[in-house]
T-cell receptor, first 115, second 110 residues
Framework: EAQVTQNPRYLITVTGKKLTVTCSQN?????MSWYRQDPGLGLRQIYY???????DKGDVPEGYKVSRKEKRNFPLILESPSPNQTSLYFC??????????????FGPGTRLTVL | GENVEQHPSTLSVQEGDSAVIKCTYS??????FPWYKQELGKRPQLIID?????GEKKDQRIAVTLNKTAKHFSLHITETQPEDSAVYFC?????????FGAGTTVTVRA
């Protein structure tokens, strides 16, 4: 079954404790991206990757890191989480077409609470 | 960067009526405009998209129009049904960045 998976699905942590949210896709997609969803703000892109070892900032990259060492995985790293990073996080993947983002397939989401 | 504004933020319609959601974007280089539907507690899913070389696209009860000159695009849902109740997001893409609107909560009244 074609899918995007994220782990963990729920996480409660404390300020400053490093954490990683994993994302994996089995569709051989070149493009992967992370979004955060907050009430009244919609979805905001954090980072995206067009292929292995190629990443770039989205609209809200501050406080986040990513890496793309393998095509299927795109982890999101919060080195020193703060309460304003409490949010619902979605990973997504898609094929990469010429200069256009294709249909995004979203993971199930990770609900993060930073105390 | 790209700025996408979406209106209205909430929309209540009688079952069988039409629903229209409008979005504007700021970057004239944006060339891809998808619409996503998110049901309560679920992940967003693409319902329709349009590219900048097309003015209108239709898929059964859903249609999207694009006015590049005015930099706005709209989603039209006809003959609304209870299962159309959800949050709808418009988005605009330039190269590989994707910027979303704030969302419209659509409620279809029986």
């Amino acid at each position: 079954e074609a899918q995007v998976t994220q782990n963990p699905r729920y996480l409660i942590t404390v300020t400053g404790k490093k954490l990683t949210v994993t994302c994996s896709q089995n569709m051989n997609h070149e493009y992967m991206s992370w979004y955060r969803q907050d009430p009244g703000l919609g979805l905001r892109q954090i980072y995206y990757s067009m292929n292995v070892e190629v990443t770039d900032k989205g609209d809200v990259p501050e406080g986040y890191k990513v890496s793309r060492k393998e095509k299927r995985n795109f982890p999101l790293i919060l080195e020193s989480p703060s309460p304003n990073q409490t949010s619902l996080y979605f990973c997504a993947s898609s094929k990469r077409t010429a200069r256009v983002v294709d249909t995004q397939y979203f993971g199930p989401g990770t609900r993060l609470t930073v105390l | 960067g790209e700025n996408v504004e979406q209106h209205p933020s909430t929309l209540s319609v009688q079952e069988g009526d039409s629903a229209v959601i409008k979005c504007t974007y700021s970057d004239s280089a944006s060339n891809y405009f998808p619409w996503y539907k998110q049901e309560l507690g679920k992940r967003p899913q693409l319902i329709i998209d349009i590219r900048s070389n097309v003015g209108e696209k239709k898929d059964q009860r859903i249609a999207v129009t694009l006015n590049k000159t005015a930099k706005h695009f709209s989603l039209h849902i006809t003959e609304t049904q209870p299962e159309d109740s959800a949050v709808y997001f418009c988005a605009a893409s330039n190269d590989y960045k994707l910027s979303f609107g704030a969302g419209t909560t659509v409620t279809v009244r029986a």
